[in-house]
């Protein structure tokens, strides 16, 4: 079996490039470095090399393994590689990492059951995708991480998770992989697993990459690696398909998931929250990570406390704050004296009047109920630096990048101060740039095509299906 990893009879060699010094086998090189570099070597090399190797790739692509020493090439087989599992074959197994595609993997997998009623689904993913109906392999809730330094100070972790999704993924021998945005960890591990695709296993990503954005050589990678990538923005797939990808804008679930902004909604959202009709209400959402929720919610509250009296009129302002359901409550509880909303996001956008929002697919939402909104976010350091020299976008918010130009206005990383957070707030409180945003904003729905997202990724799916539920049920494979 050894030999047959070393190899690449199983795929997982790559995930351990960096794990040296592992395996029974001692080469030349294990007896030479001694005494070329000394023992000081030997010791940062065993602790170095099992994470530069794959931040160095993240950050600039698997050419960087050119300019490292010859002998970091080498797989070496992961602890355990000789164990079987034992699992019943699935016809689905998806794999998603964040709440936002946790609930698009959720939509995929009910539109398709609907057609196959029998669909044996496995994933490893979040709660949504277990509601589904899927077969939770692999808990990921606590894995949605984001900036480099969050994601350096787990790589180990996120390499072991890596193996493991890898070796349930043969065990279970799918039909058809779906894997839904995260794309730092899905397009390694099809990277791992392209040896399926030869015995018929089809690749679906969900999310296109956004290399539009930054690192735009991925795009050629990419579309080697899938069969069926589904892009939620209409640019997109010709950036795949110049290279030979098969990739297709099925428009954006969040079309069909928000309903259109009206008094009706307004008037019922406020009857499920208990909101008077005289009450202006203020959405703060500092997102659904830890460190977002940290490092903004309190930005958030001092920016409001700046500007309360200024901004009250005849109309009391109430300000709600959107917890994420994954979150611990400690993490709120400084702000106690702000109403707590738990899994309520868009009834809040419902009857909010305006919103202090993290980046990211929250604020796309927001930009559908016609909400006008600050885009704020504030990571590491580090990660901002790296960040600043990587993002070819003019804009980071996704309402400002799907209008090609500053609807909302964006306070990132330095810039996001309450001071700031305060006069941007007070500003788009007022009457004429609240106004104009909202027009802007309304705008959103037509630029992201038509509703029907999830039935077409699911009828680009449903090809590969056909008998799916006669297999049988058990099987025994090494890895």
């Given at each position: 079996m050894t030999g047959n990893l070393r190899q690449g009879g199983a795929g997982l060699g790559a995930w351990d490039r960096g794990s040296l010094g592992r395996g029974k086998e001692v080469g030349l090189w294990e007896w030479v470095a001694p005494f070329a570099y000394g023992r000081w070597w030997m010791a940062f090399r065993a602790r170095a090399s099992r994470l530069v190797p794959?931040?160095?790739?993240s950050m600039a692509g698997p050419q960087i393994w050119d300019s490292l020493p010859s002998e970091l090439h080498k797989p070496v087989p992961w602890e355990g590689c000789s164990m079987a599992l034992s699992l019943p074959e699935c016809d689905v197994f998806v794999v998603v990492g964040e709440?936002?595609?946790?609930?698009?993997?959720?939509?995929?997998?009910?539109?398709?059951?609907?057609?196959?009623?029998?669909?044996?689904?496995?994933?490893?993913?979040?709660?949504?995708?277990?509601?589904?109906?899927?077969?939770?392999?692999?808990?990921?809730?606590?894995?949605?991480?984001?900036?480099?330094?969050?994601?350096?100070?787990?790589?180990?972790?996120?390499?072991?998770?890596?193996?493991?999704?890898?070796?349930?993924?043969?065990?279970?021998?799918?039909?058809?992989?779906?894997?839904?945005?995260?794309?730092?960890?899905?397009?390694r591990l099809?990277?791992?697993?392209?040896?399926?695709?030869?015995?018929?296993?089809?690749?679906?990503?969900?999310?296109?990459?956004?290399?539009?954005?930054?690192?735009?050589?991925?795009?050629?990678?990419?579309?080697?690696?899938?069969?069926q990538l589904c892009c939620f923005f209409p640019f997109e797939p010709p950036l795949f398909t110049r290279h030979g990808g098969a990739a297709s804008f099925v428009g954006h679930p969040l079309v069909d998931q928000m309903p259109k902004p009206s008094a009706e909604a307004n008037r019922a959202a406020r009857q499920r929250l208990g909101i008077a009709a005289d009450i202006d209400v203020l959405l703060m959402a500092p997102g659904s990570r830890e460190h977002e929720v940290s490092s903004l919610l309190p930005l958030f509250d001092e920016a409001y406390a700046m500007v309360a009296h200024r901004l009250r009129g005849p109309?009391?302002?109430?300000?709600?704050?959107?917890?994420?359901?994954?979150?611990?409550?400690?993490?709120?509880?400084?702000?106690?004296?702000?109403?707590?909303?738990?899994g309520g996001y868009r009834e809040i956008l419902a009857c909010a009047r305006a919103g202090m929002i993290a980046s990211g697919t929250a604020t796309l939402e927001a930009a559908l109920a016609g909400v006008p909104h600050l885009i704020a976010y504030r990571g590491d350091t580090l990660s901002a630096t790296i960040a600043k020299h990587v993002i070819l976008t003019d804009h980071v918010g996704l309402p400002n990048i799907v209008h090609a130009r500053r609807v909302c206005p964006e306070i990132l990383q330095d810039q996001c101060t309450a001071i700031r957070l305060?006069?941007?707030?007070?500003?788009m409180w007022r009457?004429?740039?609240?106004?104009?945003?909202?027009?802007?904003?309304?705008?959103?729905?037509?630029?992201?095509?038509?509703?029907?997202?999830?039935?077409?990724?699911?009828?680009?799916?449903?090809?590969?299906?056909?008998?799916?539920?006669?297999?049988?049920?058990?099987?025994?494979?090494g890895v």
């Open positions: 794959s931040l160095l790739i709440p936002s595609g946790d609930a698009y993997a959720a939509a995929v997998i009910s539109e398709l059951q609907r057609q196959y009623p029998d669909l044996r689904v496995a994933a490893a993913a979040c709660e949504g995708v277990r509601a589904a109906g899927a077969e939770i392999d692999v808990d990921m809730s606590g894995y949605a991480v984001m900036g480099f330094v969050a994601v350096f100070k787990r790589l180990a972790e996120f390499r072991r998770l890596g193996r493991q999704v890898a070796r349930i993924i043969r065990a279970r021998r799918p039909r058809v992989v779906i894997t839904v945005d995260y794309p730092g960890f899905n397009l099809l990277a791992h697993l392209q040896d399926l695709r030869q015995s018929g296993c089809v690749f679906c990503h969900v999310v296109a990459p956004q290399v539009w954005a930054w690192k735009p050589r991925r795009a050629k990678k990419v579309a080697q690696l899938v069969d109309r009391p302002i109430l300000p709600l704050i959107a917890k994420a359901p994954a979150l611990d409550h400690a993490l709120y509880r400084r702000f106690s004296h702000h109403r707590l909303v738990e305060a006069a941007h707030l007070e500003r009457g004429p740039v609240h106004n104009a945003t909202c027009t802007s904003l309304l705008a959103t729905r037509d630029r992201l095509g038509s509703g029907g997202a999830i039935s077409r990724i699911a009828a680009l799916i449903a090809p590969h299906l056909k008998g799916a539920g006669d297999r049988r049920r058990d099987s025994t494979i």
